[in-house]
């Protein structure tokens, strides 16, 4: 069974800089890509960015283009979300997920493209 461990999270002031880390385990399996996303007290959850395994390109939400960075370590299974200039309409949960299922939805910014979510962490940003 596949599992997410997130980490990193965190209270921030308002502009600050936080790294969360997302680390694959349970076996042996395929990752075809990971990914973030964030739910906000009284709203719906929303793709924040994505990283598919086999090439070389990065999928952000508008809202964090340009200040948030994902990456990943191939050889540790893991994803990392750097996250910059941090607001406070940044403060939500923030949820690991990946693809580990070559069927299926390959639509990077869609939850139905993710078969294995994390319990996910909290970022608080104070202003």
């Given at each position: 069974?596949?599992?997410?461990?997130?980490?990193?999270?965190?209270?921030?002031?308002?502009?600050?800089?936080?790294?969360?880390?997302?680390?694959?385990?349970?076996?042996?399996?395929?990752?075809?890509?990971?990914?973030?996303?964030?739910?906000?007290?009284?709203?719906?959850?929303?793709?924040?960015?994505?990283?598919?395994?086999?090439?070389?390109?990065?999928?952000?939400?508008?809202?964090?283009?340009?200040?948030?960075t994902i990456?990943?370590?191939?050889?540790?299974?893991?994803?990392?979300?750097?996250?910059?200039?941090?607001?406070?309409?940044?403060?939500?949960?923030?949820?690991?997920?990946?693809?580990?299922?070559?069927?299926?939805?390959?639509?990077?910014?869609?939850p139905a493209?993710?078969?294995?979510?994390?319990r996910g962490?909290?970022?608080?940003?104070?202003?």
């Amino acid at each position: 069974q596949v599992q997410l461990a997130e980490s990193g999270g965190g209270l921030v002031q308002a502009g600050g800089s936080l790294r969360l880390s997302c680390a694959a385990s349970g076996g042996t399996f395929n990752i075809y890509g990971m990914g973030w996303f964030r739910q906000a007290p009284g709203k719906e959850r929303e793709f924040v960015a994505a990283l598919p395994w086999s090439v070389g390109a990065t999928y952000y939400s508008d809202s964090v283009k340009g200040r948030f960075t994902i990456s990943r370590d191939r050889t540790k299974r893991t994803t990392y979300l750097q996250m910059n200039s941090l607001k406070s309409e940044d403060t939500a949960v923030y949820y690991c997920v990946i693809k580990t299922l070559r069927t299926g939805s390959a639509i990077w910014s869609s939850p139905a493209s993710y078969d294995h979510w994390g319990r996910g962490t909290q970022v608080t940003v104070s202003s």
